[in-house]
Every structure is written in C-alpha cells, then in structure tokens.
T-cell receptor, first 110, second 116 residues
Framework: EDQVTQSPEALRLQEGESSSLNCSYT??????LFWYRQDPGKGPEFLFT???AGEEKEKERLKATLTKKESFLHITAPKPEDSATYLC???????????FGTGTRLKVLA | DTEVTQTPKHLVMGMTNKKSLKCEQH?????MYWYKQKAKKPPELMFV???????INESVPSRFSPECPNSSLLNLHLHALQPEDSALYLC???????????????FGEGSWLTVV
C-alpha cells in the first residue's frame, strides 16, 4: 500500500538553528514527490517537486533532497516567518492522485 | 500570490441552504480539483476534473455537487449540508498528465465553510 510518513510531527527551533524535516514514503513507482508550506487558515503553497533519487532543489533557506525511500527538507538559519506546517505528498505511477503525509508543524522562535 | 482564486473566502450556511463555492485559474491547466481539509489534517481529495469532464469522485455524498463550466472555472454546489461538513475547501489545478513525470498541483487560498 502506498504510504507517506512525516517526522517529527512538531518542531520548535530557535531563530538561526538549522534542522531537517523527514518524509518517508512507500509507493509503487514514484512519479513525483512534492513539498508544500501551509500557513494557518490558508491553502498549501507549492515549494518543490522532486522526480528521481539524487535530485536536489533549493529556494532561499530551504533545500529539498530525495532518495529512493525518503525526502528531507533542510531549513538553514530559519527565521520566525518560516513557521508553518510543511506537507509532503507523493504521486504514484499511473495516477495523478496525491498521497499526503500528516505534516510537520514548525515553530521558529525569535 | 496564488494563481488559483477562490470565492468566497468565508461562508456560513444553514443546513437547509443552497450555496456555491467558486474557483478560477488562468494557468492553462487542464485538470482541476476539489479538496476538503479539516483542522490539523492533510487535504482529502473529493473530485477531479480533467478536460472539463469529471474523472474522479472519491465517494463524496451527493449533497456536494461539482461543476466545471469551462477549462478555467470550477464550482462546488452545496445543499443540505451537515455541521460535520464544516472545513476548509480547497480548489487546485495542474497541467493534466496521466503518465510520465509528476503532475504538480497548485492550490488556492481556500474557502472556509461553517455549517450551522
């Protein structure tokens, strides 16, 4: 069965304290792995799409990496405005349905 | 700013009311989606339209009725809802592709629905 697990569920960081969020997945043929940021009461904001193991993408303080079993979202020197829920989703071969993880709630303290 | 626009942002309706949620995208995408999201949960897929035709209905109760008037517009008609239907309703779109590389979905800001 296709599955996505995110860890930790919640994370508190001091401003400037770098860390990583994990997304482990089991899928029958990966079409893509997606990272989103979601602020309270808003829709998910697209961050990255990764297609194959070894791929990396960066945007400002965020860097996403992908292996055959998991993806990491690295946050370098986070700021309070990075506080949000980060969602990971995978798309299996032969479908355009997303399987979402339950998210990591990140709080960055000033 | 998201290129998927949803209206209204907030809606309060009684259980006997009929209302509609509206969504518009101008990215030329050929797939459009409705998702439902409850607090502290990930989005749950409700419907998918591809090339203006309903292609996926995730066993959604008939009190939710989707409509796709054209490739840019998506509506969700609501009738006789229950309080447990209160949630954030998200519209999304993507370039349609059923094979090959992953199909990135772009979400709107959502419509908060409260059923009283």
């Amino acid at each position: 069965e296709d599955q996505v697990t995110q860890s930790p569920e919640a994370l508190r960081l001091q401003e400037g304290e770098s860390s990583s969020l994990n997304c482990s997945y089991t899928v029958s043929g990966l079409r893509g792995l997606f990272w989103y940021r979601q602020d309270p009461g808003k829709g998910p904001e697209f961050l990255f799409t990764l297609y194959s193991a070894g791929e990396e993408k960066e945007k400002e303080r965020l860097k996403a990496t992908l292996t055959k079993k998991e993806s990491f979202l690295h946050i370098t020197a986070p700021k309070p405005e990075d506080s949000a829920t980060y969602l990971c989703a995978v798309q299996a071969a032969g479908t355009y349905k997303y399987i979402f993880g339950t998210g990591t709630r990140l709080k960055v303290l000033a | 700013d998201t290129e998927v626009t949803q209206t209204p942002k907030h809606l309060v309706m009684g259980m006997t009311n009929k209302k509609s949620l509206k969504c518009e995208q101008h990215m030329g995408h050929r797939a459009m989606y409705w998702y439902k999201q409850k607090a502290k949960k990930p989005p749950e897929l409700m419907f998918v339209y591809s090339y203006e035709k309903l292609s996926i209905n995730e066993s959604v109760p008939s009190r939710f009725s989707p409509e796709c008037p054209n490739s840019s517009l998506l509506n969700l008609h609501l009738h006789a809802l229950q309080p447990e239907d209160s949630a954030l309703y998200l519209c999304a779109s993507s370039p349609f592709s059923d094979r090959g590389s992953g199909n990135t979905i772009y979400f709107g800001e959502g419509s908060w629905l409260t059923v009283v």
